[in-house]
């Protein structure tokens, strides 16, 4: 499940990285966490989304994933589901995005239930299919941008998104986002793989939370959805949000992206 089909590996380049510490009113604040690793590896709240094999929802959930990647945990419903690694990670990037950023890609499967995650710096999305109860889980979560990190008016990403449609074909591709944070709004233009326009989204920013739509209008399989999210990093470096909508069926996915 959720694995990225046109995102390729590529060469992973070392970059020396020291923690962001920023000034608050004149005095030196906490500095950032270099990465989202260690927050993931003591557990972190989530935004999900589901599929119950009937209707999509959105809940809450924790998700947690050792810093060298031994296991993933998902706890949603009182339940926690560990699962074990499936591979080695893989460094993932796209040759449609302008200014490349790799994620790492982890895949787990312990013989009875599958998951994924995507991280990046500061986010991390992805989700498990739960076999004893039948529903697939998608959730996003990271390290949020402080008010005092946000940029103060325009900023410009590009991502990679996912839409499974519960009655139809899944879809993915790439997107281009503007977000004027000092107007408090967000479009996205939404692209498929071979990078063709096929839909568009509009909606607000408040703080470091937006809510758009992500209407995908033309291509192998149409919907009309939501996409709720989250900017991760000292200065909203990274993006991601969980879709939820409606095609042939009940439409669920993720975004994730950086800023050019």
């Not at 959105?58 to 947690?64: D, G, K, L, P, Y």
């Amino acid at each position: 499940m959720i694995r990225l089909r046109f995102i390729v590996p590529v060469l992973l380049v070392a970059a020396g990285a020291s923690g962001c510490t920023r000034m608050t009113n004149g005095t030196v604040a906490e500095p950032f966490p270099d990465s989202v690793s260690s927050s993931l590896a003591d557990g972190l709240e989530s935004d999900a989304v589901y599929y119950d094999g009937a209707a999509v929802g959105r809940t809450t959930a924790r998700v947690q994933m050792d810093q060298d990647g031994g296991s993933f945990t998902l706890s949603v419903g009182g339940t926690d589901y560990t699962l074990r690694p499936d591979g080695d990670p893989e460094l993932v990037s796209s040759p449609l995005w302008e200014y490349p950023a790799n994620y790492t890609e982890y895949q787990f499967d312990d013989g009875t239930n599958a998951g994924g995650l995507y991280v990046g710096r500061y986010m991390a999305v992805g989700g498990a299919n739960i076999a004893a109860t039948g529903t697939e889980y998608l959730v996003q979560a990271g390290l949020e941008t402080p008010a005092d990190g946000l940029p103060a008016q325009t900023a410009a990403y590009e991502g990679y998104w996912e839409v499974y449609d519960t009655g139809g074909l899944d879809v993915d591709g790439v997107f281009d986002a503007s977000v004027d944070f000092d107007a408090g709004t967000i479009a996205f233009a939404i692209h498929d793989d071979s990078d063709t326009q096929i839909g568009l989204g509009a909606g607000t920013v408040s703080g470091s939370t937006f809510a758009s739509s992500f209407n995908v209008t033309s291509g192998i399989n149409t919907s009309v959805n939501n996409v709720d999210g989250n900017f991760y990093g000292p200065n909203a470096e990274e993006m991601a949000g969980l879709v939820a909508g409606n095609g042939t069926g009940p439409t669920f996915g993720f975004i994730f992206g950086h800023q050019k």
